[in-house]
């Protein structure tokens, strides 16, 4: 693995055996750092983008790899959340690419407020399952809740269903 910033995380903390964010048991890693200020978070501590301990893609892969004997006979793999993982899309793509080496299922919670790009797509792309949790689905509501419309979410909602890319909605009761 080339060695560059690109191989490090800012992660906030991980979970062993998380059982509500994908199917199986999975290994949650939830990364620091988040650009939307939803009302009723429940990870306002991932807020902070300089927070959090600098992990390297190494360090992460060797560690899951240790779960591996139940996270894969279970049907689980890997969830990134956060804070919102898509802050650190380069370091993710490299994540993934390790992870696929060894067969693990990948799956990325996110709200999906982000440009589609072309670091953006190739991460889509090295994703089994995305867990999206869109704000709200009246675009002055979403600004009042979060700080953005919806816009950007609803774009991101559409790709992955044109391109018959795996999701859950995870939409948050909100009025």
């Known amino acids: 693995m080339e060695e560059n910033k690109n191989n490090i995380l800012r992660v906030h903390s991980f979970e062993s055996f998380g059982t509500v964010d ?13 650009h939307l200020r939803c009302k009723y978070c429940q990870n306002r501590d991932t807020w902070d983008e300089r927070a959090g301990s600098p992990t390297s893609i190494e360090e992460i892969v060797k560690t899951v790899l240790k779960y591996q004997n139940y996270i894969k006979p279970s049907g689980g793999g890997v969830t990134v959340s956060g804070g919102e993982p898509l802050l650190q899309t380069k370091a993710l ?80 009761p909100s009025s």
């Open 22 to 34: 994908g199917p199986g048991i999975r290994y949650v890693i939830f990364l620091q750092g988040c």
């Open 93 to 172: 793509i490299i994540l993934f690419e390790e992870l696929k080496k060894y067969n693990i299922h990948t799956a990325i919670d996110t709200s999906g407020m982000f440009s589609l790009t072309d670091d953006v797509k190739k991460l889509i792309d090295l994703t089994d399952l995305f867990l999206l949790d869109i704000k709200h689905i009246n675009p002055p509501k979403s600004k009042e809740l979060v700080g953005f419309s919806n816009e950007l979410e609803l774009s991101f909602a559409k790709y992955l269903s044109d391109i018959r890319k795996a999701y859950l909605d995870k939409t948050s």
